[in-house]
């Protein structure tokens, strides 16, 4: 019998880093506050009380510095994990993520691996104020050289990191911040499956939906209320961003001929761009409807009190299914 | 400023100075004739390769023409298992540390991004975008702080990090932060920058009011300023810092005040911003040319001028004759190293384009020779 614990998705990722530690003294974790505090989330709580601080240490606020510092140290041999404390304030960043972080491997032929991974609260729904609910992945998925994830829920959380840190290519860890708070099993004993593919969360022969972190559990609840109308949702959650299991959504898609592309992030040139484009081209012969997105606006994301007209619920994603089953 | 050397040549040390004069007595009569053929050489192989740029043979080149006393200066100064982290200018520091000459002419020609092995030559690859590699040699020093590889006091253990860059540099926050890193960390670290006068048209004015030098105050790194086109005393100044970070006393910036005699790239022309006879000044003070009269005023004869004179013609021959047998890159390294592990989306586009040129007969269309890809900063 497997060993299996309730966790939240925070404590899960919390469990992950833990392991990771114990199992590789290489494995360094650092970021603005997440120390003594655990961070702003209190995902890395009580990990300066077993590793110490050199395993774990609070950055200067100077998002640049950590990353372009935790190139040298990968490049000296250590795995660093570098916490971004909040989606909106990754830019700085952006230049050693890009230019350096991404590019590095292929700039020395292959001598140089980057093993670190970013790991970015993202996504809204907290009330928060601007720059910390924003939804950058696809900046990230466009960048040759980069890895994107994100999980849904904890087991997948625990996994993901320990898989995400022993990539030896540089990851984007997308936490999915409205949902640290959710529980679930946790398998302690085996991994799910690939850092890079995706999973079915729920069987369908009507309509796929396709999502990934924090649109997942709006996902699964928009397909019980279709399903009390008598309409099956087949939802996919990605899991991985960059690259993408598109043989997954293929497969389902082949079966249901309808697709419905759901994220937080506004639509335009976006993970859902991809996806319509390449299913477009992979199963045009097996849709029975155009692909549907469904995601934020192409704005800056909203002041607190507009972010539950911005964010896609349950309904929004109905209307999609209303609209891609009158064709 | 320290300075070891006068323009004329004439080697004295003055009082406040005096550390950095015991370095120089420790050296011997070899070591001065390896920092002269080490200067010309690199002089030598810097006017062949413009030629070859000017000929078509290369996308671009970045002379270093007047800055090789604080290269080799320097590149002496740093150990023989401490990391450097240059810019894209640092030609006379790569050899003194071994690397292949050709694999930054490969790079300049457009044959690969830089491609050499840096946890062999210690030599990092070239940073394009200012100031970048700055904040990787504090990562990688503070690595170091954390492998209790500083401090030991045992030379076969302690190791120290340079990272080099240029005045336009300093104005780039990465710089800044790299600084303050090093700083919180007391990383065993040398912020080594050339201040050459100019950033392409910019004038150092542009970039700071303070002399560089003081840039680190402000961040706890303190710094001091050397005569760039003094190869002794860029030698032992980065030598007596590097050391002392090495012994765990954390970093310096060395600033050595030198000139940019050349164009920033083949693609510049400064004739267009800056006077000549700001350039004739500079030029009376040429570091090789100094460092000549120093070594003729110890009794070296023109025979080993000659015989340097010579291998430079050799060498220049050589990196020539290596050019033209330079080969195409294939397709596929296009593709090889985007990532460590595979990832389908590169195998994909990879193995299309390998059938659509199989299909063409190989490559149909080449850019001209000698299309310049542009310049870099």
Same mark, same amino acid.
């Given at each position: 019998?497997?060993?299996?614990?309730?966790?939240?998705?925070a404590?899960?990722?919390?469990?992950?880093?833990a392991?990771?530690?114990?199992? #590789?003294?290489?494995?360094?974790?650092?970021?603005?506050?997440?120390?003594?505090?655990?961070?702003?989330?209190?995902?890395t709580?009580?990990?300066?009380?077993?590793?110490?601080?050199?395993?774990?240490?609070?950055?200067?606020?100077?998002?640049?510095?950590?990353?372009?510092t935790?190139?040298?140290?990968?490049?000296r041999?250590?795995?660093?994990?570098?916490?971004?404390?909040?989606?909106?304030?990754?830019?700085?960043?952006? #230049?050693?993520?890009?230019?350096?972080?991404?590019?590095l491997? #292929?700039?020395?032929?292959?001598?140089?691996q980057?093993?670190?991974?970013?790991?970015?609260?993202?996504g809204?729904?907290?009330?928060?104020?601007?720059?910390?609910?924003?939804?950058?992945?696809?900046?990230?998925?466009?960048?040759?050289?980069?890895?994107?994830?994100?999980?849904?829920?904890?087991? %997948?959380?625990?996994?993901?990191?320990?898989?995400?840190?022993?990539?030896? %290519?540089?990851?984007?860890?997308?936490?999915?911040?409205?949902r640290?708070?959710?529980?679930?099993?946790?398998?302690?004993?085996?991994?799910?499956?690939?850092?890079?593919?995706?999973?079915?969360?729920?069987?369908g022969?009507?309509v796929?939906?396709?999502?990934y972190?924090?649109?997942?559990?709006?996902?699964?609840?928009?397909?019980?209320?279709?399903?009390?109308?008598?309409? #099956?949702?087949?939802?996919?959650?990605?899991?991985?961003?960059?690259?993408?299991?598109?043989?997954?959504?293929?497969?389902?898609?082949?079966?249901?001929?309808?697709?419905?592309?759901?994220?937080?992030?506004?639509?335009?040139?976006?993970?859902?761009?991809?996806?319509?484009?390449?299913?477009?081209?992979?199963?045009?012969?097996?849709?029975?409807?155009?692909?549907?997105?469904?995601?934020?606006?192409d704005?800056?994301?909203?002041?607190?009190?507009?972010?539950?007209?911005?964010?896609?619920?349950?309904?929004r994603l109905?209307?999609?299914?209303?609209?891609?089953?009158?064709? | 400023?320290?300075?070891?050397?006068?323009?004329?040549?004439?080697?004295?040390?003055?009082?406040?100075?005096?550390?950095?004069?015991?370095?120089?007595?420790?050296?011997?009569?070899a070591?001065?004739?390896?920092?002269?053929?080490?200067?010309?050489?690199?002089?030598?192989?810097?006017?062949?390769?413009?030629?070859?740029?000017?000929?078509g043979?290369?996308?671009?080149?970045v002379?270093?023409?007047?800055?090789?006393g604080?290269?080799?200066?320097s590149g002496?100064?740093?150990?023989?298992?401490?990391?450097?982290f240059?810019?894209?200018?640092?030609?006379?520091?790569?050899?003194?540390?071994?690397?292949?000459?050709?694999?930054?002419?490969?790079?300049?020609?457009?044959?690969?991004?830089?491609?050499?092995?840096?946890?062999?030559?210690?030599?990092?690859?070239?940073?394009?975008v200012?100031?970048?590699?700055?904040?990787?040699?504090?990562g990688?020093?503070?690595?170091?702080?954390?492998?209790?590889?500083?401090?030991t006091?045992?030379?076969?253990?302690?190791?120290?990090?340079?990272?080099?860059?240029?005045d336009?540099?300093?104005?780039?926050?990465?710089?800044?932060?790299?600084?303050?890193?090093?700083?919180?960390?007391k990383?065993?670290?040398?912020?080594?920058?050339?201040?050459?006068q100019?950033a392409?048209?910019s004038?150092?004015?542009?970039?700071?009011?303070?002399?560089?030098?003081?840039?680190?105050?402000?961040?706890?790194?303190?710094?001091?300023?050397v005569?760039?086109?003094?190869?002794?005393?860029?030698?032992?100044?980065?030598?007596?810092?590097?050391?002392d970070?090495?012994?765990?006393l954390?970093?310096?910036?060395?600033?050595?005040?030198?000139?940019?005699?050349?164009?920033?790239?083949?693609?510049?022309?400064?004739?267009?911003?800056?006077?000549?006879?700001?350039?004739?000044?500079?030029?009376?003070?040429?570091?090789?040319?100094?460092?000549?009269?120093?070594?003729?005023?110890?009794?070296?004869?023109?025979?080993?001028?000659?015989?340097?004179?010579?291998?430079?013609?050799?060498?220049?021959?050589?990196?020539?004759?290596?050019?033209?047998?330079?080969?195409?890159?294939?397709?596929?390294?296009m593709?090889?190293?985007?990532?460590?592990?595979p990832?389908?989306?590169?195998?994909?586009?990879?193995?299309?384009?390998?059938?659509?040129?199989?299909?063409?007969?190989?490559?149909?269309?080449?850019?001209?020779?000698?299309?310049?890809?542009?310049?870099?900063?």
């Amino acid at each position: 019998m497997s060993n299996s614990v309730e966790l939240s998705i925070a404590k899960a990722i919390n469990a992950g880093l833990a392991k990771s530690m114990r199992d #590789n003294e290489k494995v360094l974790v650092f970021g603005e506050d997440v120390a003594r505090l655990g961070g702003v989330f209190r995902v890395t709580e009580g990990l300066l009380d077993e590793f110490g601080d050199k395993r774990i240490f609070n950055s200067p606020i100077a998002e640049s510095g950590i990353i372009g510092t935790a190139i040298g140290l990968a490049m000296r041999g250590f795995s660093p994990v570098a916490e971004i404390q909040f989606d909106g304030f990754i830019y700085p960043a952006f #230049n050693q993520i890009v230019s350096q972080l991404a590019k590095l491997t #292929n700039r020395s032929e292959g001598f140089l691996q980057m093993p670190v991974v970013i790991r970015v609260p993202y996504g809204g729904g907290i009330g928060a104020v601007e720059h910390h609910s924003e939804s950058p992945e696809a900046y990230f998925a466009h960048t040759a050289g980069l890895r994107v994830v994100s999980p849904s829920n904890a087991n %997948d959380a625990y996994w993901m990191i320990q898989q995400a840190i022993e990539s030896r %290519d540089p990851v984007m860890f997308f936490e999915p911040k409205r949902r640290y708070w959710q529980k679930g099993q946790v398998n302690l004993d085996e991994a799910p499956q690939p850092l890079h593919s995706a999973a079915t969360l729920r069987s369908g022969s009507d309509v796929t939906v396709v999502t990934y972190g924090p649109m997942v559990v709006t996902a699964l609840q928009a397909a019980e209320v279709a399903a009390t109308e008598g309409i #099956n949702l087949e939802v996919i959650d990605i899991r991985s961003l960059s690259p993408i299991d598109f043989n997954h959504i293929v497969e389902s898609v082949k079966r249901t001929g309808r697709l419905i592309v759901a994220h937080e992030a506004g639509t335009f040139v976006s993970i859902s761009s991809e996806i319509a484009a390449k299913i477009a081209e992979l199963c045009f012969y097996h849709l029975e409807a155009p692909v549907i997105r469904v995601g934020g606006f192409d704005v800056p994301y909203p002041a607190a009190k507009l972010e539950e007209l911005y964010l896609p619920d349950a309904d929004r994603l109905m209307e999609a299914v209303d609209r891609v089953l009158a064709y | 400023m320290v300075q070891l050397l006068s323009v004329d040549g004439d080697f004295s040390v003055p009082k406040e100075h005096a550390v950095y004069g015991e370095l120089i007595r420790d050296l011997r009569e070899a070591d001065f004739l390896k920092f002269y053929r080490d200067m010309a050489r690199i002089r030598r192989f810097d006017h062949e390769a413009t030629a070859l740029q000017r000929q078509g043979q290369m996308g671009l080149w970045v002379p270093a023409i007047g800055q090789e006393g604080a290269q080799i200066g320097s590149g002496y100064g740093v150990g023989p298992n401490d990391h450097i982290f240059p810019s894209y200018r640092e030609h006379g520091v790569a050899i003194t540390h071994g690397v292949d000459l050709m694999s930054i002419v490969k790079m300049y020609r457009g044959v690969n991004h830089g491609g050499w092995n840096p946890h062999e030559t210690r030599f990092h690859l070239y940073a394009i975008v200012l100031g970048t590699q700055a904040l990787h040699a504090t990562g990688y020093a503070m690595g170091l702080n954390f492998e209790g590889r500083v401090g030991t006091g045992d030379p076969e253990n302690d190791l120290a990090v340079i990272t080099y860059f240029g005045d336009g540099a300093t104005a780039e926050g990465d710089v800044s932060e790299a600084l303050l890193f090093a700083s919180i960390n007391k990383t065993p670290q040398v912020f080594f920058c050339q201040n050459n006068q100019w950033a392409i048209s910019s004038p150092v004015g542009t970039q700071t009011t303070v002399p560089i030098y003081r840039r680190g105050e402000g961040f706890g790194v303190p710094g001091i300023r050397v005569d760039g086109n003094d190869v002794l005393a860029c030698y032992a100044v980065t030598k007596k810092h590097m050391d002392d970070a090495r012994g765990g006393l954390g970093p310096t910036l060395i600033e050595a005040l030198t000139y940019r005699i050349g164009a920033h790239t083949t693609s510049d022309d400064p004739s267009k911003y800056r006077d000549a006879d700001e350039v004739a000044h500079w030029e009376a003070r040429d570091p090789i040319s100094r460092f000549e009269k120093f070594l003729r005023k110890q009794g070296i004869g023109q025979d080993f001028f000659d015989e340097v004179a010579h291998a430079g013609d050799v060498i220049a021959a050589e990196v020539r004759e290596a050019t033209f047998a330079l080969t195409e890159p294939a397709l596929e390294n296009m593709f090889d190293h985007v990532y460590s592990e595979p990832h389908p989306l590169v195998e994909e586009q990879k193995a299309w384009l390998q059938k659509y040129e199989s299909e063409l007969g190989g490559h149909s269309s080449k850019p001209d020779d000698g299309v310049s890809y542009g310049g870099t900063r």
